[in-house]
């Protein structure tokens, strides 16, 4: 078999071909990520028809991204191991299938059934999003492409209970997988010739082992804090959940240490410009997917407004952060990383502490208010923490790194989400009403949001200790 090298051009051209390959597969993690969020506008309405709770109910959300990120942990053997084109269809493929399940499901676990397979998609094309850019973007134009991508991170999630909450309002929410059908066959006709192979492919072994140490890990953390809600921070559920997790993880790094081929090669953790960046950028992400569920659900459950409204209002943030995406990677190329960086979280940290102070009285249009200056702070932080901590590995690192990154942020995200909906639902006084408890437990959550932002000013610290130059 001819072997091909990974070479990045001196050029600062993308070719109109490589151009539509990174559209499609772009289009892709969009539309896989956009469906994360959709239905959390859904929520009230499912736990009335399907008659579920709010920590149950919120499964169709933590399953979703939980599920992506188990795929993430495999994301650089399967780019080992298969073609870009490969993973590109059968992505797309798991997408149908599950928007097929989805939009037919009679029950609660139907529907989550659905989802789970619904987000291999998202797994899949989210790490080959960023190899595709990486292998065809030369150095000197990765801020604006890897800006662009990140966009996709930020925006879809933003986006989703918007699309859900107009899907909703047109008929019902099984619109949201009934419209994205045609769109994601369009996405599989248009990349399917225009993606390229420029890496090696080789036939690697995968390590079940380390996949099952890993998911172990994983599942049972989510489950544990899934259970404080209900049996509280002293519980066997919890301690059980969270000290087998950390088994779990010791002893995936025990096997790591001695496999050749390790699912996630821990030793990129040695740089500490990686290792710092990463936290700050897991910490933007667990907020970001946190607030895009909390905030709809408080303005229907909190507020009175309807789901139309629900997502609405997410929606001018969303469009201005769209604009201004672009500048945000133009500035990490022209000033270097610590201005959009600092910036951004300094715009993030500001926002949060709105939404903290004034917790139990939000009402429609503070909220989109702070929304806008929430996500232009996060959005101008996340996607130029990736791309500075990416540019600090070597290139034979970087499909293990962005490996890592997107396994992180998945991970951070179900978390966000599940902690989130933990703390909204935690007060419980038989003298409130369900909308003031609910108002309550919110406060709490957007308070722990404001502390994982001020912590991050601290990881940024060190960061720009550790780093040389930030251009």
Same mark, same amino acid.
């Given at each position: 078999?001819?072997?091909?090298?990974?070479?990045? *051009?001196?050029?600062?051209?993308?070719? *109109?071909?490589?151009?539509?390959?990174?559209?499609?597969?772009?289009?892709?993690?969009?539309?896989?990520?956009?469906?994360?969020?959709?239905?959390?506008?859904?929520?009230?309405?499912?736990?009335?028809?399907?008659?579920? &709770?709010?920590?149950?109910?919120?499964?169709?959300?933590?399953?979703?991204?939980?599920?992506?990120?188990?795929?993430?942990?495999?994301?650089?053997?399967?780019?080992?191991?298969?073609?870009?084109?490969?993973?590109?269809?059968?992505?797309?493929?798991?997408?149908?299938?599950?928007?097929?399940?989805?939009?037919?499901?009679?029950?609660?676990?139907?529907?989550?059934?659905?989802?789970?397979?619904?987000?291999?998609?998202?797994?899949?094309?989210?790490?080959?999003?960023?190899? +595709?850019?990486?292998?065809?973007?030369?150095?000197?134009?990765?801020?604006?492409?890897?800006?662009?991508?990140?966009?996709?991170?930020?925006?879809?999630?933003?986006?989703?209970?918007?699309?859900?909450?107009?899907?909703?309002?047109?008929?019902?929410?099984?619109?949201?997988?009934?419209?994205?059908? %045609?769109?994601?066959?369009?996405?599989?006709?248009?990349?399917?010739?225009?993606?390229?192979?420029?890496?090696?492919?080789?036939?690697?072994?995968?390590?079940?082992?380390?996949?099952?140490?890993?998911?172990?890990?994983?599942?049972?953390?989510?489950?544990?804090?899934?259970?404080?809600?209900?049996?509280?921070?002293?519980?066997?559920? #919890?301690?059980?959940?969270?000290?087998?997790?950390?088994?779990?993880?010791? *002893?995936? +790094?025990?096997?790591?240490?001695?496999?050749?081929? %390790?699912?996630?090669?821990?030793?990129?953790?040695?740089?500490?410009? #990686?290792?710092?960046?990463?936290?700050?950028?897991?910490?933007?992400?667990?907020?970001?997917?946190?607030?895009?569920?909390?905030?709809?659900?408080?303005?229907?459950?909190?507020?009175?407004?309807?789901?139309?409204?629900?997502?609405?209002?997410?929606?001018?943030?969303?469009?201005?952060?769209?604009?201004?995406?672009?500048?945000?990677?133009?500035?990490?190329?022209?000033?270097?990383?610590?201005? %959009?960086?600092?910036?951004?979280?300094?715009?993030? +940290?500001?926002?949060?502490?709105?939404?903290?102070?004034?917790?139990?009285?939000?009402?429609?249009?503070?909220?989109?208010?702070?929304?806008?200056?929430?996500?232009?702070?996060?959005?101008?932080?996340? *996607?130029?923490?990736?791309?500075?901590?990416?540019?600090?590995?070597?290139?034979?690192?970087?499909?293990?790194?962005?490996?890592?990154?997107?396994?992180?942020?998945?991970?951070?995200?179900?978390?966000?989400?599940?902690?989130?909906?933990?703390?909204?639902?935690?007060?419980?006084?038989?003298?409130?009403?369900?909308?003031?408890?609910?108002?309550?437990? &919110?406060?709490?959550? #957007?308070?722990?949001?404001?502390?994982?932002?001020?912590?991050?000013?601290?990881?940024?610290?060190?960061?720009?200790?550790?780093?040389?130059?930030?251009?």
């Amino acid at each position: 078999m001819k072997r091909k090298r990974l070479v990045l *051009s001196n050029s600062t051209k993308v070719t *109109s071909k490589e151009l539509v390959a990174i559209f499609a597969v772009a289009l892709m993690a969009f539309v896989g990520i956009l469906v994360e969020t959709s239905m959390n506008v859904t929520f009230p309405t499912l736990m009335k028809t399907m008659h579920v &709770s709010l920590n149950l109910v919120q499964w169709i959300t933590t399953g979703y991204l939980l599920t992506v990120a188990l795929l993430m942990i495999t994301s650089a053997f399967l780019h080992q191991r298969f073609k870009n084109r490969q993973l590109f269809v059968v992505g797309a493929s798991l997408f149908i299938l599950g928007d097929l399940i989805c939009a037919f499901a009679p029950n609660f676990w139907i529907l989550l059934l659905g989802r789970i397979v619904q987000a291999g998609c998202a797994g899949i094309a989210i790490p080959l999003m960023f190899n +595709v850019v990486l292998e065809t973007v030369p150095r000197a134009r990765l801020g604006f492409y890897i800006g662009m991508a990140g966009l996709i991170l930020m925006i879809a999630p933003a986006s989703g209970p918007t699309f859900g909450g107009v899907m909703v309002a047109l008929g019902s929410w099984r619109w949201i997988f009934w419209s994205t059908l %045609p769109i994601e066959a369009l996405i599989l006709i248009l990349g399917y010739g225009a993606i390229r192979q420029v890496s090696d492919v080789r036939p690697v072994h995968f390590d079940w082992k380390q996949f099952g140490l890993l998911a172990v890990a994983f599942i049972s953390c989510m489950l544990g804090v899934n259970s404080l809600s209900t049996a509280g921070w002293l519980s066997w559920q #919890f301690l059980g959940g969270v000290l087998l997790a950390i088994v779990a993880i010791l *002893s995936y +790094v025990q096997v790591a240490k001695r496999s050749a081929q %390790p699912l996630l090669k821990l030793e990129i953790f040695k740089n500490p410009v #990686f290792t710092y960046s990463f936290f700050a950028y897991v910490s933007l992400q667990f907020c970001n997917i946190g607030i895009n569920f909390a905030l709809p659900n408080y303005a229907q459950i909190v507020v009175g407004a309807g789901s139309l409204i629900g997502g609405l209002m997410l929606l001018p943030g969303s469009l201005i952060t769209a604009v201004c995406q672009p500048w945000f990677g133009h500035l990490l190329d022209a000033h270097g990383a610590r201005l %959009p960086i600092l910036l951004g979280n300094s715009l993030f +940290v500001l926002a949060a502490l709105g939404f903290t102070l004034m917790g139990q009285h939000l009402s429609v249009i503070i909220i989109a208010v702070l929304y806008i200056v929430f996500s232009i702070g996060r959005s101008m932080a996340f *996607s130029n923490t990736m791309t500075n901590g990416l540019k600090e590995v070597t290139i034979q690192q970087r499909a293990d790194a962005n490996a890592i990154y997107n396994t992180g942020q998945q991970f951070a995200g179900s978390l966000g989400t599940t902690i989130l909906a933990a703390l909204m639902s935690s007060v419980k006084n038989g003298q409130m009403s369900y909308a003031h408890e609910t108002a309550v437990g &919110s406060q709490l959550a #957007f308070g722990l949001i404001l502390v994982l932002g001020l912590l991050n000013f601290i990881l940024y610290t060190v960061v720009f200790r550790y780093q040389t130059t930030d251009k």
